[in-house]
């Protein structure tokens, strides 16, 4: 069969244009190169609620997936994504979604995964088909990429309220905190899927967690989203404050359950989305900050991407003011051209998408002329000899341009894909490459002629 399904596309062949005038209310970096915005980090899909989690020196990234052209929050599964640079991320699909929770009705809303005794679990709010109420499951997987089960086959905790968060305490000790209008958290036990000791509220004081503004039913600015996590032998509660349009705040405490000071603003009212949600990680000695806006094309409220950006915490402790960036953090080390690389890791995408490959992980698909995808930082080195893809067509095919620093940059090689009788039935490809050497920003321009042209799942330079 050679006709796609046409899918939406949510980054057409103009996005850089497009992205580089859209406005952010505020931001550190206002007026980029358009070639250099790696913020929002993912393009090929709406993202939103970042949790990050650092496991054998990779970092993990796991998202909700705002479905195209929302009028609300429409979501059905969860995402996971990972880096070990901190620009090209590799897409890993959905390994988690309703369907997981055969007691689940909708919303998949904002989770997080935790790693405990070579187990990962992830924490996840839903509808419960049989209340109509918001509860929060757990799912576990044996890798933090999945596939994930559903640990318990009924919910764990359930009052109605969302947005769960896990911490792991130096101690052994673990804690699961959500809700939205309150914050509560229960005492996990050891297995991570039961719990003891009761459902315990956390007072919202506003000594704890800042005074709303002209508001008698929600006094405090808490709103939904916590995280929280230990440093330096002091707790943090980093939240989503004040709808709306909220802002991020945080709160700290000498010790798991409080008694929490507030702090103040992390990141102001910005973006584009009127929501937003936090997520805080140290990786290979840097601290970042995760969040969403709506800064893609088709982007607001019910269609948000996920950024982040990199800071330093002060002397004392405190978060410094961190602005919303198109640029997004810096590079950590360089990507190996050398080494098989997955087509799906993505520093920018225009115009493509994923799928589920037949020979395992994902794919990128549903390329047309002038799509491309940008691998940021490849360490080139002395120069590459030759290029090999993976590739499947079922039409007639198209190239693959290999540009250097830029989508029209100068042309390093072209490789030539025919048809091979369908978008699963993998072959190789491979071209001469002069003048790629020292360390680039590498560019896969897709051409063709009309319609979908063909799906790549690898790809690898020889020296």
Same mark, same amino acid.
């Given at each position: 069969?050679?006709?796609?399904?046409?899918?939406? %596309?949510?980054?057409?062949?103009?996005?850089?244009?497009?992205?580089?005038?859209?406005?952010?209310?505020?931001?550190?970096?206002?007026?980029? #190169?358009?070639?250099?915005?790696?913020? $929002?980090?993912?393009?090929?899909?709406?993202?939103? #609620?970042?949790?990050?989690?650092?496991?054998?020196?990779? =970092?993990?990234?796991?998202?909700?997936?705002?479905?195209?052209?929302? *009028?609300?929050? !429409?979501?059905?599964?969860?995402?996971?994504?990972?880096?070990?640079?901190?620009?090209?991320? *590799?897409?890993?699909?959905?390994?988690?979604?309703?369907?997981?929770?055969?007691?689940?009705?909708?919303?998949?809303?904002?989770?997080?995964?935790?790693?405990?005794?070579?187990?990962?679990?992830?924490?996840?709010?839903?509808?419960?088909?049989?209340? +109509?109420?918001?509860?929060?499951?757990?799912?576990?997987? #044996?890798?933090?990429?999945? $596939?994930?089960?559903?640990? =318990?086959?009924? $919910? =764990?905790?359930?009052?109605?309220?969302?947005?769960?968060?896990?911490?792991?305490?130096?101690?052994?000790?673990?804690?699961?905190?959500?809700?939205?209008?309150? &914050?509560?958290?229960?005492? &996990? @036990?050891?297995?991570?899927?039961?719990?003891?000791?009761?459902?315990?509220?956390?007072?919202?004081?506003?000594?704890?967690?800042?005074?709303?503004?002209?508001?008698?039913?929600?006094?405090?600015?808490?709103?939904?989203?916590?995280?929280?996590?230990?440093? @330096?032998?002091?707790?943090?509660?980093?939240?989503?404050?004040?709808?709306?349009?909220?802002?991020?705040?945080?709160?700290?405490?000498?010790?798991?359950?409080?008694?929490?000071?507030?702090?103040?603003?992390?990141?102001?009212?910005?973006?584009? /989305?009127?929501?937003?949600?936090?997520?805080?990680?140290?990786?290979?000695?840097?601290?970042?900050?995760?969040?969403?806006?709506?800064?893609?094309?088709?982007?607001?409220?019910? !269609?948000?991407?996920?950024?982040?950006?990199?800071?330093?915490?002060?002397?004392?402790?405190?978060?410094?003011?961190?602005?919303?960036? *198109?640029?997004?953090?810096?590079?950590?080390?360089?990507?190996? $051209?050398?080494? %098989?690389?997955?087509?799906?890791?993505?520093?920018?995408?225009? +115009?493509?998408?994923?799928?589920?490959?037949?020979?395992?992980?994902?794919?990128?698909?549903?390329?047309? @002329?002038?799509?491309?995808?940008?691998?940021?930082?490849?360490?080139?080195?002395?120069?590459?000899?030759?290029?090999?893809?993976?590739?499947?067509?079922?039409?007639?095919?198209?190239?693959?341009?290999?540009?250097?620093? +830029?989508?029209?940059?100068? =042309?390093?090689?072209?490789?030539?894909? /025919?048809?091979?009788?369908?978008?699963?039935?993998? /072959?190789?490809?491979?071209?001469?490459?002069?003048?790629?050497?020292?360390?680039?920003?590498?560019? &896969?321009?897709?051409?063709?002629? +009309?319609?979908?042209?063909?799906?790549?799942?690898?790809?690898?330079?020889?020296?």
């Amino acid at each position: 069969m050679t006709t796609r399904i046409p899918r939406r %596309r949510r980054i057409a062949a103009a996005l850089v244009a497009a992205f580089a005038a859209a406005s952010l209310s505020a931001t550190a970096d206002p007026s980029p #190169d358009p070639a250099q915005a790696d913020n $929002p980090i993912i393009q090929t899909i709406y993202t939103a #609620d970042p949790s990050p989690l650092v496991h054998n020196g990779r =970092l993990y990234l796991y998202t909700g997936h705002d479905e195209d052209g929302s *009028t609300w929050f !429409t979501m059905k599964e969860w995402r996971v994504w990972s880096t070990d640079d901190m620009v090209n991320w *590799t897409d890993h699909g959905s390994p988690l979604n309703l369907d997981t929770f055969s007691w689940a009705r909708q919303d998949a809303w904002a989770g997080q995964a935790v790693e405990r005794n070579g187990k990962f679990y992830w924490y996840v709010p839903v509808i419960n088909d049989a209340t +109509g109420r918001p509860a929060i499951g757990v799912a576990v997987g #044996d890798s933090p990429t999945g $596939p994930f089960r559903d640990a =318990l086959g009924h $919910p =764990l905790v359930q009052n109605g309220e969302i947005d769960p968060t896990v911490f792991i305490d130096t101690d052994g000790q673990a804690y699961l905190y959500w809700g939205n209008p309150n &914050l509560w958290y229960v005492k &996990l @036990n050891a297995d991570m899927i039961s719990y003891s000791g009761g459902i315990n509220r956390i007072p919202l004081t506003t000594q704890g967690f800042g005074t709303r503004p002209n508001s008698t039913d929600r006094p405090t600015l808490y709103e939904e989203g916590p995280w929280v996590y230990k440093r @330096n032998n002091l707790y943090y509660m980093v939240f989503a404050a004040k709808c709306c349009s909220e802002f991020i705040a945080y709160s700290t405490a000498p010790g798991p359950t409080g008694p929490w000071t507030y702090r103040g603003t992390i990141m102001p009212t910005q973006g584009s /989305s009127f929501t937003n949600h936090p997520g805080v990680i140290d990786y290979k000695g840097g601290s970042y900050f995760f969040y969403h806006n709506g800064a893609l094309p088709g982007g607001g409220g019910f !269609t948000r991407s996920v950024a982040v950006e990199k800071f330093t915490y002060n002397a004392d402790g405190t978060f410094p003011t961190i602005n919303m960036t *198109t640029a997004g953090a810096p590079q950590v080390g360089t990507l190996n $051209p050398y080494a %098989r690389q997955e087509a799906e890791t993505i520093a920018w995408a225009t +115009g493509v998408e994923t799928e589920r490959s037949s020979e395992g992980g994902m794919n990128v698909g549903w390329i047309e @002329n002038g799509d491309s995808i940008k691998v940021k930082g490849a360490g080139f080195g002395a120069g590459a000899k030759s290029f090999t893809a993976r590739v499947a067509s079922a039409t007639g095919g198209g190239a693959i341009e290999l540009r250097l620093d +830029g989508p029209n940059g100068p =042309l390093a090689g072209r490789c030539t894909v /025919s048809g091979t009788g369908g978008w699963q039935n993998w /072959s190789n490809v491979s071209c001469p490459v002069t003048g790629a050497t020292g360390t680039r920003d590498l560019y &896969l321009k897709f051409t063709g002629g +009309g319609g979908y042209l063909f799906n790549v799942n690898w790809w690898q330079f020889t020296a």
